[in-house]
């Protein structure tokens, strides 16, 4: 039987270009020989697409805008092949930090409070009217690029400049105290057409506040799966997950980021295609309930090829 020729897209012109690379090398390593063959895609920094050789189906291992934000899910579709993960107006929404929260709220999910500010909009960039610390990020990106966390009014320009460098709308939210958390989602797994994975527990460096871009990827951080909260608490966080999952409108897989604080479990931000190196959290999860990495790919790819041959 001939092997399912797999076309692996990663790079791209987005800020997380270099964590794309080694989402797509991991993947091309570890595709179940017995079954895939595996063809790289790059495209480069610049927005260049190598050759694109004939394939029986796309494994998305974007990230980022270009990546995430269906744009990239626009081209394959306009090409007729069919990919990995979320479809063009879900990857959109979910990459649109403001109006993903807008669906969490009407959902009944909690979320910090926040304000826009536009950068071509004289007068947005008036202090939010919540306390102090904030947490200002660029509204189109992912991989926590960017982002920063203010402590005092004198921060807050500086903060707001850095964000504007990578997009034109930037995210101030309120910065809320708790133990951070994250919970991954697989679809049509183990019998569950939603399966929440184990709860990940986040605790960044003691010089960090927060799970920043560097500590994401550098290893510094303790990751511990499952974590450490209590059964109530786990479920619920669960239950949001899979909850935001399937507002957005995800398909496949998703990753939600989440604070666990003393009144109640706040949503951050689903990623329609979480990380998949060897330091990324999704696997780790899947992992702890028998799914090796390997398996996880065959699963995903299984998806869509499922969806080709409806």
């Known amino acids: 039987m001939p092997k399912i020729k797999v076309g692996v897209l990663r790079g791209g012109p987005s800020a997380e270009h270099e964590v794309s690379l080694l989402t797509g090398a991991n993947v091309l390593k570890n595709l179940p020989s017995d079954k895939y063959q595996g063809q790289d895609i790059l495209i480069s920094k610049e927005g260049k697409w190598s050759k694109m050789p004939k394939v029986d189906i796309v494994f998305n291992a974007l990230h980022g805008e270009y990546g995430e934000d269906g744009w990239a899910q626009a081209v394959l579709e306009e090409r007729k092949l069919f990919y990995t993960g979320s479809g063009v107006k879900a990857s959109a929404l979910a990459m649109n930090k403001w109006l993903a929260r807008e669906f969490f709220q009407k959902a009944g999910l909690k979320i910090p409070p926040a304000v826009k500010i536009e950068k071509f909009l004289p007068g947005s960039a008036a202090e939010p009217k919540f306390s102090l610390p904030w947490i200002i990020k660029p509204v189109n990106r992912g991989s926590s690029v960017g982002i920063s966390l203010v402590k005092n009014l004198s921060d807050f320009s500086p903060a707001l400049q850095k964000a504007l460098q990578y997009d034109n709308s930037v995210l101030v939210e309120k910065f809320i105290i708790g133990q951070e958390a994250t919970a991954g989602v697989l679809e049509n797994f183990q019998g569950q057409k939603i399966f929440t994975l184990p709860v990940v527990e986040i605790i960044p460096p003691i010089q960090k506040n927060f799970f920043d ?5 550098d ?19 669960q239950k949001a997950a899979g909850l935001a999952h399937q507002i957005l409108g995800c398909r496949d897989y998703s990753r939600t980021d989440l604070i666990v604080a003393k009144d109640g479990i706040y949503v951050l931000e689903v990623n329609t295609l979480p990380g998949l190196t060897q330091e990324s959290l999704l696997p780790k999860a899947a992992a702890q309930v028998g799914c090796s990495f390997d398996q ?7 998806l869509a090829l499922e969806r080709k041959g409806a």
């Open 296 to 302: 996880l790919l065959d699963h995903l790819l299984t």
């Open 219 to 237: 290893g510094t951080s303790r990751e511990i799966c499952p974590g450490r909260f209590d059964k109530k608490t786990t479920l619920a966080i």
């Open 213 to 217: 871009y560097q500590c994401k990827y």
